[in-house]
């Protein structure tokens, strides 16, 4: 379940036959324990529970920091295996959920209602244990609502008054006419524009990958409700009326089903209340992909020509490392004379890059220069200052036009010899050892290059001519298609090196931070600090972990576009959540430890989940509330509305606004955002049926998500370069899959701990194996990632309107047309379209971004400041 897809979201055959085998290794385990004994569980809490502490023996104890599986100590060395049979141990804290395989003990079970479940006794600390239930948790929830309601109403009323101050961080793409449409000018005529968007509306201003984001919150809304109504409305009732555990330590839990007793009926109730949702969940991904791929084929046919005909080549012979030699090979021997357009080998500019980009930088400081000067009236004694620091140079002050000035026009010298040398070895062919194996071929006719694509077998070696669908011209790393390959795979290696250890390493970071609650005492606030502390201490953290991520792919990671780094976050940063947000309770703070276990005895993190879970629901309902309002902050924009008020005291307002764009990749990009309203989907779909309430509050949750998204994405934030066609809706369908066979799997686990005999399980059971077969079918009866060859031939008269590309793929510093001399004070000037493909290639800031549109004598309002350059005094 682990494999990864490629860019094009597809799985290789060898990721095919992994998932196949891990989920054939699922279903046998979750079949062992049919063949050997009957397990059930006891939760217990903390003191007089002498029934359930008889048959607890076992001398074993498997520890990994907050779980103990074991029991008494003392017995024998020689009996540990046999009373590992018998009996497991696992204690939250107090709460201490027993696995064992005498049916008695279970009947005097804390699930039964005869023992409360847990509480907090004085002194004792438990791994997780502000996650546990607790008495007394409905008063601290309801006051977290209320708080959170009132931030929320606060917050909307700030962006209602803040957008009509500074339209252009809010409104800015209403004022260049980029919106889907004109909004109103009352105080709150943004929410009737958010309310009244259609998906079609955003796919031309936005993209499409941004229109089907916004189009999860409505499928997404929409799962939660065909699953959520039933269980507020009809399980949460029978729960109270007929689960007889009566519940005494928590009014929050009278839904749940944590109120149902060891051997009633309603587990027969819930078995197929599991293959509902399955099904339910199936069915309504199954229709909103078709509905994609309606998007996605005209979102294909429409993609402007020099994107739509060109193909990616990578592994190009040696002898084939020419523009003229690779032109002729695909003349000659792929698709006959007349047909190839342009054929374009990588260059090495592994020497010309960084000095391409020095130039704009030193541009950019001489920009700065002078409009700092152009403040004091520039009188010749109120030049600007640079290098006054003694603690980063100890050398006297220096002129800072006069030393941009001079650098800039050393700088100019050093491309323009550069770019000298780098030609004549690019003239004399593959022995000059400037051309690479990497190359684009541009087609006359699309069909040409959708044939192209679809070639294999070219070579007998499979890793020379492999030809593939290229990203968007703007979009491209040249940095990571001019590298070795062996040096990239040696910086691959030791990117995986570094997420696995921010894997082990996050497990007591986590714990920490839920924990806090427990550490700090707030006196009369306590009930609502308890609320708020552990989900907002795992917020931050969950904030954090994508520009760890996101700085790991950028830096070790091949991704030959800047999209891909989006991809690969959204693809980790899931699976990162699913790990120590939604299943870290059966983890524990030994990561290491559990993984052993789980490695010695696999059926012990079934056992975990379904023992612990539905003993967490508060601790989660307070995290979505959290969210409600992490969410709607967003409106405020507040790092994008600081760098503007900060920046236009130098700066024009419209140089200011570009300066302050884009908003943070990394925690706000679209990778991030699909990933965290994927990880809340499931949530509510796996804690939805444990407490029914979490329904309620995820639909909440997604309402919010609509109406913030649906406003920033077509009327306040720039459009991103690189849309993918749809790509993060694909792996977001793919992550709910996940999510539902881990409901699957777990509500499988609690019905066999607690239903007393075999009839609910056999029942509940092959909805596994349905979920798995759902996920296979999903991927192998859409075909979205290329253009069906019959859709190609087809008209295409009925397209919408797209923006036409002209960029060529061609490396910018490469660009004879692009790059010239020019006489003035600054000396040589390299024009806009090369100074914006350097930007994104070396990933500089929005601001030098900024500053490549226009010559440094050009004092327009279209000039701007590139944060990389050194700052004045």
Known sequence: LGAEPNHNGRLSLDQTWSLEMWGLSIVILLLVPFWNVSATTVVVGGCDCTAAQAPLKAHHILGHGDCCIGGHEGEEENEDEEEDEKVGLLQFGTLTVAHVTDGAAAGVAAWSGQVSPPAKSDGEEGPFSSRVNHPGDMTAFLSATKYIIVAILGVVCMFSFLRRCYPLIFSNNVLKGSAPFELRDAYLGWLWATYSLETKDLIEPCGLDQAMFLEFTHLAMKITALVGIPMIFIMGPINYAFGGAEIRYSDMSVLSLSNVKQGSPLWWVYSLV????????????????????????????????????????????????????????????????????????????????????????????????????????????????????????????????????????????????????????????????????????????RQEAEMAIRLDGISRDVEEWVIDTPPCPTDVRWRDLTQDPRAGLSRLLVGYSLILALLVFYVPIVVGTTNVAEVVDMG??????????????????????????????????????????????????????????????????????????????????????????????????????????????????????TKFLFLRRLYSEREARELS?????????????????????????????????????????????????????????????????????????????????????????????????????????????????????????????????????????????????????????????????????????????????????????????????????????????????????
């Not at 399955?278 to 046919?301: D, G, N, Y």
């Not at 276990?597 to 967490?616: D, E, N, Q, W, Y």
């Not at 239903?755 to 077969?773: D, E, N, T």
């Open 661 to 873: 764009e884009p908003e943070d990749q990394a925690y706000n990009g679209i990778g991030a955002r699909s990933a965290r309203m994927t990880i809340m989907l499931t949530i509510g779909l796996l804690y939805g049926t444990l407490s029914p309430i979490v329904n309620a509050l995820i639909l909440v949750h997604f309402t919010l998500c609509r109406l913030t998204y649906g406003y920033l994405v077509p009327f306040a934030e720039t459009k991103k370069n690189g849309d993918l066609g749809g790509s993060f809706w694909v792996g977001q369908l793919n992550q709910v899959f996940i999510g539902l066979l881990v409901y699957c799997v777990v509500m499988v686990g609690i019905i066999d701990q607690h239903a007393g005999h075999r009839g609910p399980v056999i029942i509940a059971l092959p909805s596994v194996l349905f979920v798995i077969w759902s996920m296979r079918r999903f991927r192998t009866a859409f075909y979205w990632n290329r253009l069906p060859f019959q859709e190609i031939i087809a008209t295409t008269d009925s397209n919408p309107k797209q923006v036409n590309f002209n960029t060529p793929y061609v490396q910018a510093e490469m660009a004879d047309s692009m790059l010239h001399i020019t006489g003035g004070n600054s000396g040589a000037r390299i024009n806009g379209r090369v100074r914006r493909a350097v930007t994104m290639a070396t990933e500089e800031m929005p601001a030098l971004r900024a500053t490549a549109r226009t010559p440094m004598h050009d004092r327009s309002e279209d000039s701007a400041l590139s944060r990389g350059s050194p700052s004045p005094s």
């Open 274 to 445: 599991v293959w509902a949702v399955a099904v339910a969940v199936q069915r309504t991904l199954f229709r909103a992909q078709m509905t994609f791929l309606e998007r996605r084929f005209r979102w294909l046919r429409a993609l402007p020509p020099v994107r739509a005909n060109t193909v990616l080549v990578e592994g190009i012979p040696e002898q084939f490392r020419s523009d003229q030699k690779l032109f002729k090979f695909f003349e000659d021997f792929v698709c006959g004379a007349n047909h190839v357009e342009r054929a374009y080998v990588v260059k090495d500019t592994s020497l010309l890059e960084p000095k391409v980009r020095a130039l704009c930088e030193a541009q950019a400081g001489l920009r700065e220069a002078e409009l700092l000067w152009a403040q004091d009236g520039r009188a010749g004694d109120r030049r600007p200052l640079l290098g006054c620091w003694p603690l980063r140079q100890l050398r006297p002050p220096v002129d800072s036009v006069d030393f941009y000035e001079q650098r800039t026009k050393k700088l100019e010298e050093e491309v323009l010899a550069e770019k000298k040398r780098l030609k004549k070895a690019v003239a004399q062919g593959p022995s000059g050892g400037a051309t690479l194996s990497t190359g684009f071929v541009t087609f006359y006719d």
């Open 524 to 641: 009369p606030f306590q009930p609502l600090w308890r609320s708020f502390a552990p989900t907002a201490g795992l917020q931050i953290m969950v904030a954090l972990l994508p520009t760890l991520l996101l700085s790991i792919f950028r830096n070790f990671f091949t991704l030959k576009a800047h999209a891909w780094a989006q991809r690969e976050l959204h693809d980790w940063f899931f699976w990162f959540q699913l790990v120590y947000v939604v299943l870290a309770t059966a983890i524990g703070r030994d990561f290491k430890a559990f993984v052993f276990s789980v490695c010695h005895k696999p059926l012990t993190v079934v056992s975990l989940l379904a023992g612990a879970l539905p003993f967490c629901t508060h601790f989660f309902m307070n995290y979505i509330l959290i969210n409600w309002f992490s969410v709607t902050l967003e409106l405020l924009r507040m790092a994008p509305l």
